[in-house]
């Protein structure tokens, strides 16, 4: 994408609260980029119940 120009196309990432760092380092860039407009919510690992939920940021 050039410089400047942002997309409008929503995107996620999935992450795990096992991993601190990672969840911290996009907790830091959906705020840069969304500013506010961003979501973090746990959901459950399709056909594996025995983990525990993955940590989502959507922005």
Do not use: Q, T
Request: glycine share 10%; aromatic share 10%.
């Amino acid at each position: 994408m050039p410089s400047g120009k942002s997309s409008s196309v929503p995107r996620a990432v999935g992450g795990w609260d096992s991993n601190p760092g990672a969840v911290c380092f996009w907790r830091s860039v959906a705020a840069e980029i969304a500013s506010g407009a961003w979501v973090e919510e746990r959901r459950p690992v399709p056909g594996r119940p025995d983990l525990p939920p993955d940590v989502w940021i959507s922005f």
